[in-house]
């Protein structure tokens, strides 16, 4: 089983569509997969048609109420679980920082999932910021996945967050993180688009997905019907890149029995 954050400190990048519309195209594939919404303002679970559950987020796993095995309800696609966000969450980013542990808190909460690996992969939609709640995430994944947006500022971003996983390796709250794909966002075939692109790809190489979502209006819409785009739109240009996108990732982490 492998953990897998999704998470970029700025916002409005695509995190949390390419987090639910992940996991759902993996799941039609018939992987076993958890979707973690770390995020108080739940958009990955409202984006799967969830309201927000009183209790059932991860906040009292993470302040040591309960295990993360209590939290975990099923959705109407029958490879996709979900750990739903709710503003509870607002209140760890104070009360986890008060403890000694405070990087490691959610590393040692899904150390049993790891243990008995019900799933293939657990998927973290972190908040938009630097906080403690996306820190712990990246102390608990095995690799980063980082969504960028196909402009200039996106570049500043990405340097932002490869000190951010370097500080996390050097702390020692997870030395072994890295940098496991980039993916480019609401792209627009235009000059800048391609220079970021070519810029990012002169950084990081192979980590890049050859997938590039498109810019779509179809995407921004799915999540205000609850639903992923698979869903919403099966024949449209975000399901094609979504579709495309989990065939990649599959590529790079094999399951058996998933092809």
Known sequence: M?????????????????????????????ARILLIDLDPQA?????????????????????GQGTIAEKVIPTRWP????????LELAGAEIEVARAEDHLTRLRTA????????????????????LGILMTNAL???????????????????????????????DCGANPDLTIGGVLMTMFMRNNLAMQVISEVQSHFGEVIFKTVVPRSVRLAEAPSHGQPILEYEPGGLGTAAYKALA?????????????
């Open 2 to 30: 492998k953990i897998i954050a999704v998470a970029n400190q700025k916002g409005g990048v695509g995190k949390t569509t390419t987090s639910v519309n992940l996991a759902a195209c993996l799941a039609d594939r018939g």
């Open 139 to 169: 102390a608990a994944a095995d690799e980063l996945l980082v969504p960028l947006q196909c402009e200039y500022f996106a570049l500043e971003g990405l340097s932002k967050i490869s000190q951010v996983v370097q500080q996390i390796r």
């Open 110 to 129: 899904l150390q049993p999932l790891r243990d008995d690996a019900p799933f293939d992969f657990i998927l973290l939609d972190c908040p938009p910021s």
């Open 79 to 86: 490879h996709l679980w979900l750990i739903p966000g709710d």
């Open 247 to 259: 065939s990649e990732f599959l590529a790079r982490h094999p399951v058996a029995g998933v092809v």
């Open 43 to 63: 958009n990955a679970t409202s984006g799967l048609g969830f309201p927000p559950i009183e209790g059932q987020s991860i906040y009292g796993a993470l302040i």
